[in-house]
């Protein structure tokens, strides 16, 4: 323990310490250029930076052997010599590198003068060992927090819509690894909600996530990735498939899944239709989960939502319309006859297997099949809407001719 020499042999030491500190801070830079290559890779400034900590390393052990009550503090001041620029710099590892070095050029100086000098040296870098640790705990708690208010920050800004030129720095800033095609998945926050874990089964697929807590309201925004640990037979899963596999990280209620758009920029647009589904899951009584956005399309229109009612005209009746009136006539009265192919026959004057063919023509152009029932009320909400929409379209035509 220090403390074992007498006060005459202890000043001495300490006199003797102070003499060498300039050639132990000399001799400890050499050796960190000779035996550690990152050290020596590094530009100038930061070098300098992490030099810096290495003698601030030597004086404080000096004055912790002067008075080793001193520990807590003069620790710490080990790392306020540059600490922005040492944890920019270095990582965790390497600090511990910088301070193995730094305690072998110095006990190789002290190996001749006492055990009590050399014990007190192994003790004191304990202390700055510990210490380097619970810096860079402090800076990762930190940062996560900061990630975290900055990641709800960025999901607010998709949901909402109001992205702006700093929403591409945002995800930059977040570490965001996703590439090409994103879809946005609404449910529920789960009671025991563990974020960590959804982000690894995240991982495991091949997707990265942005996550946002809106009270009750859980939002993941899913993009495909490149990401080390992942499951090779997961390679570009399609997204309802992505979403059925996060589903497990929701608490209990509706999942809806907003449409693909390009990029994570384009969010906001899977998002309003995510939302807008989630809002009105309840009124499909049998809904799958996860269900996807456009598999609401009725729902969400009777409700009020615009880009359900844009996307019914724009997706189903213009190109029905575009192609054939046959087959937009065929498709009504399929409908309206309750899905018979005789009635609706005899209703066209055509026969049975001439609507057949329609049909299946209504399936190739728009993706959607009249012969299902869920699908027959997705066309038939698209026809009203749409017919509405160019009775409306005609009479302002017809109006605006008039005046």
Known sequence: MPGRLSPKEKADTL???????????????????ESLPWYAEMPPARRSAVGLVAQAGISSFIQWYEDPTSTPWIAADIFAA??????????????????RVTVEVTEERVAGRDADLRESMLRYS??????????????????????????????????TGEADEELPSRIAALGWHGRGEVAVLVGTTPVQFDVDQLRRTARKIGVD???????????VVIGRADLPGRD??????????IARRLEPGFGAG????????????????????????????KAW?????????????PERALAGDPLAKTTLVERIYRPLQAHSADLVMTLWSYLDNGRSLEATARELFVHPNTVRYRLKRVSE???WDATGPREALILQTALIIGSIGTEVTRRRAASARRM
């Open 232 to 241: 090779d037979t997961a390679s570009d899963l399609p997204f309802p498939e």
């Open 285 to 297: 009584r049998h809904a799958p989960r996860p269900a996807e956005a456009d598999d609401l399309l």
């Open 365 to 367: 152009l728009i993706g």
């Open 15 to 33: 006199a003797w310490l102070r003499r060498i500190s300039g050639d132990l801070a000399t001799a400890t830079i050499k050796r960190l250029e």
């Open 126 to 159: 304990r202390d700055v060992a510990f210490a380097a640790a619970d810096v860079y705990a402090r800076a990762a708690e930190a940062r996560g927090l900061w990630d975290a208010r900055l990641e709800a920050l960025v999901v607010d800004s998709i949901l």
């Open 254 to 281: 509706h999942l809806v899944l907003g449409p693909a758009v390009p990029a994570l920029v384009d969010a906001g647009q899977s998002a309003r239709a995510a939302l807008a589904g989630f809002a009105v899951a």
């Open 209 to 219: 996530v942005l996550i946002g807590v809106q009270g009750s309201r859980l939002v």
């Open 82 to 99: 540059a600490p922005r620029e040492l944890l920019r710099s270095v990582s965790l590892t390497q600090t511990l590198q910088l301070i």
